[in-house]
């Protein structure tokens, strides 16, 4: 597949799952562009690819993981892992609900908060998900449901 067909086919919720998990629209850019460099470079993979959806994401999701790995490293000891709702409401826009919501997802751990992002705002499978995240079908599962129920009862306690 083409960079350009990657592009037009899943770029703007590549781009949107990447502001969701760095907290931030300009470092979603910054990596949004190394995973298409990476991508380009995995040119004879592709025959072998049976889902290219999740095998795009698991590469954009594993150079987010290294973005945050560096940023970490360079920023030694900070908590850099999008806890900030200031940071996320300006990935998301709306209303006054919209913006609890999002402040409740950051405050969810990171393995939740990343299974229900691709689930909720990316719409894949717990299948998907498993493979994009090396994980079993039954722990993506688990972890969504955990994260759910951690985020309504956060929700029913701010209303």
């Not at 040119?43 to 095998?55: G, I, K, Q, T």
């Not at 300006?90 to 908060?113: H, T």
């Not at 689930?119 to 759910?148: H, M, P, W």
């Not at 951690?150 to 209303?159: D, I, M, N, P, V």
Request: charged residues 30%; hydrophobic residues 40%.
């Amino acid at each position: 597949m083409k960079p350009d067909e990657l592009y037009d086919r899943y770029g703007e919720k590549m781009y949107h799952y990447l502001a969701l998990k760095l907290g931030s629209p300009e470092d979603a850019e910054d990596v949004l562009q190394e995973a298409f460099c990476r991508l380009a470079r995995y040119s004879l993979r592709w025959a072998l690819v049976r889902n290219p959806r999740a095998f795009v994401f698991k590469v954009l999701r594993n150079e987010a993981n290294r973005f945050l790995a560096r940023r970490i490293k360079q920023r030694a000891g900070d908590q850099v892992v999008m806890g900030e709702a200031g940071r996320l409401a300006s990935v998301i826009e709306g209303p006054a609900e919209a913006a609890l919501a999002v402040r409740a997802l950051g405050e969810l751990p990171d393995e939740q908060r990343e299974v229900i992002v691709l689930k909720v705002f990316q719409d894949f499978s717990f299948k998907e998900i498993a493979a994009i995240c090396g994980l079993s079908i039954n722990t993506a599962a688990s972890r969504y449901r955990y994260g759910i129920e951690k985020l309504r009862s956060s929700l029913e306690g701010k209303t």
